[in-house]
């Protein structure tokens, strides 16, 4: 079979709850905590004094399962709608896994999309495009440690937004770790299946992939070449907002909210850890990381004990201001702005996301200034022989928000963890 390459126009991983299935036997009720490590990682950590911002859908603060540690922030879609049945659905039941995994964290819900029982779901984000990079800043600026990005559509999200990635850096800057669920196309037609996603796509954010009882890729998940990890996805013990109670969900954007609550149990025990480092430590420890990467499940599912206790080894690394240079490179596995993903159906492999690539991209981009200067055009080429797909395939290499000492909220940047300044981190052994 002919390998072909995947450029993705526009985001395309819809991620619901109740549209991805598997074909495999329910796991039992309650599996994705000990399929993590959990129960033994509560020794270690529960999550004290970390609050965990779930951008969203907007939560049910009374909801049982959240336990009384939920707090609701603004809309960002300015609805006045928290009165009906199907408001905060899908927010809620994230949240609820959250604290599953991080039952001394907190929650903050910030609404950006709408559920989709919403009779103007088909609006979503759209009504507010910067919905989530205020939503994001918002968090950043009101004390989240950890910030969990369950969404993601077609509808909702046009593809690569600057703004949003100016938030994204202005919250890394201040320490806060980002996850995103890479969407659940996994199952879909050859070159549906690995299509370009935002927010997860973005660099920074740690994207998570579902996973099922065995450890392998869900049916519906993503394959990506920017997946960090994953997280368990199916037969999902969650909330139902539309009752006290819970009910078994799955999807990608479920694998995120435990990885955040993973990281919120890190974080309590090690806040001077970088997001580069707690990354780092979450790959190093998951389940299939000494056997190296893999396009559908990152480096495996996440193991909580283990990263914990591999999290107590690391010095914190210096703290620096943003650099004149500029970020925008993934500091994790992933596209680096040299997106180019090859594929055969669902059996993507990541290209260009070595310190190589960097380079040739910095060697272009050098070239491309001295015939500009020359007076000349030219019509560039990826590092790959191919063109680049424009924006949304990753423009964001040098991204306009990296300018000297520059905020994108018109706010001080003093020196604080900027992950995309630091050596890379060592080969997994």
């Known amino acids: 079979m002919s390998k072909h390459i995947v450029t993705g126009a526009f985001l395309a991983a819809t991620l619901t709850l109740s549209t991805a299935t598997t074909a495999s036997a329910a796991p039992p009720q309650g599996w994705e905590l000990p399929a993590m490590s ?4 509560h020794a270690i950590s529960q999550g004290e004094g970390v609050t965990v911002a779930v951008i969203d859908t907007g939560i049910r603060t009374d909801h049982p399962a959240l336990k009384g540690r939920a707090t609701e922030g603004p809309d960002f879609l300015k609805a006045n709608d928290k009165s009906q049945p199907w408001y905060g659905g899908h927010g809620t039941a994230m949240a609820s896994s959250v604290l599953d995994v991080a039952p001394r964290a907190k929650v903050l819900g910030l609404r950006v999309i709408r559920d989709e029982d919403d009779p103007n779901y088909q609006g979503g984000r759209l009504s507010n495009p910067d919905a989530l990079s205020q939503a994001i800043a918002y968090a950043t600026d009101h004390g989240a440690d950890v910030i969990s990005l369950s969404i993601g559509s077609r509808q909702s999200f046009g593809g690569y937004q600057v703004g949003d990635v100016k938030a994204i850096d202005y919250a890394l800057s201040k320490g806060v770790t980002i996850f995103g669920a890479v969407g659940n196309l996994g199952d879909k ?6 299509a370009i996603s935002y927010p997860s796509a973005y660099p920074g954010v740690i994207t998570v992939s579902a996973s099922t009882q065995d450890g392998s890729r869900a049916s519906f998940s993503s394959v990506h070449s920017y997946i960090d990890i994953a997280a368990p996805g199916v037969a999902i013990n969650e909330a139902d907002s539309r009752s006290s109670g819970r009910t078994s969900g799955e999807g990608t954007s479920t694998a995120c909210a435990l990885a955040a609550g993973v990281s919120a149990l890190i974080v309590s025990k090690y806040p001077d850890l970088t997001p580069r480092q707690v990354e ?4 190093r420890t998951a389940s299939h990381a000494t056997r190296g990467y893999s396009a559908e499940t990152g480096y495996g599912v996440i193991n909580a004990e283990a990263a914990l206790q591999a999290a107590a080894k690391l010095t914190p690394e210096e703290k620096v ?12 596995p992933g596209d680096d702005g040299t997106p180019k993903t090859y594929s055969q159906g669902v059996d993507s492999f990541k290209v260009g996301v070595s310190a190589v690539g960097a380079l040739i991209t910095l060697f272009l981009l050098l070239g491309g200034f001295w015939l500009f200067k020359s007076g000349r055009r030219v019509q560039a080429q990826g590092p790959w022989g191919v063109e680049p ?5 990753y423009a964001q290499s040098v991204p306009p928000s990296a300018l000297p000492q520059q905020n994108p909220y018109q706010q001080p940047a003093p020196p604080e963890h900027n992950p ?7 080969p997994r052994q």
């Open 38 to 41: 959990v129960p033994a990682a």
């Open 280 to 283: 780092a430590v979450l790959e």
């Open 321 to 332: 201001a943003i650099g004149e240079t500029g970020t925008g490179l993934h500091f994790g």
């Open 189 to 194: 037609r050859a070159g549906h299946d690995n």
């Open 389 to 393: 797909s424009g924006p949304v395939a």
């Open 420 to 426: 995309y300044q630091q050596p890379a981190p060592p």
